[in-house]
C-alpha cells in the first residue's frame, strides 16, 4: 500500500522559502512520475508541479520561477524548495505519484503565507 507522509510546511511571511518533503513507501518510487498538489481553503486539490523520472520538470504558470520540484530516488523522496511565497500560495500541499495518481493521499502540509 502506498504510503506518502508530507513536512516541512509552516507560517512565513510574504517573500519567505520554506522546503517541502515528502516520504514515499509501498512503491517503487523510481518508476513513478512524482507531484506536488496544493488546497487552498476552499478550493479543490490542484496539480502545482511534476518530477519526470528522467528528472526533468513541469510547473504550473503560477510558480514557475518561484518553486523547484526534486526527487531522490535512493531516499524515496520528493521536495518542493518554495522562494518568494506569496499569500496565494496559502494552502494544504500534498505529494502523489502520477500515471496512476494513487488514492492513498497523505495528510498534507499546511503553508500558510501571512505578514
Known amino acids: 500500500q502506498v504510503r506518502l507522509v508530507e513536512s516541512g510546511g509552516g507560517l512565513v511571511q510574504p517573500g519567505g522559502s520554506l522546503r517541502l518533503s515528502c516520504a514515499a513507501s509501498?512503491?517503487?518510487?523510481?518508476?513513478?512520475?512524482m507531484a506536488w498538489y496544493r488546497q487552498p481553503p476552499g478550493k479543490q486539490r490542484d496539480l502545482v508541479a511534476t518530477i519526470w523520472r528522467d528528472f526533468t520538470t513541469d510547473y504550473v504558470d503560477s510558480v514557475k520561477g518561484r518553486f523547484t520540484i526534486s526527487r531522490d530516488n535512493a531516499k524515496n523522496t520528493v521536495s518542493l524548495q518554495m522562494n518568494s511565497l506569496k499569500p496565494e500560495d496559502t494552502a494544504v500541499y500534498y505529494c502523489n505519484r502520477r500515471f496512476p495518481t494513487s488514492d492513498s493521499w497523505g495528510q498534507g502540509t499546511q503553508v500558510t503565507v501571512s505578514s
Open positions: 509501498g512503491i517503487v518510487f523510481s518508476s513513478y512520475v
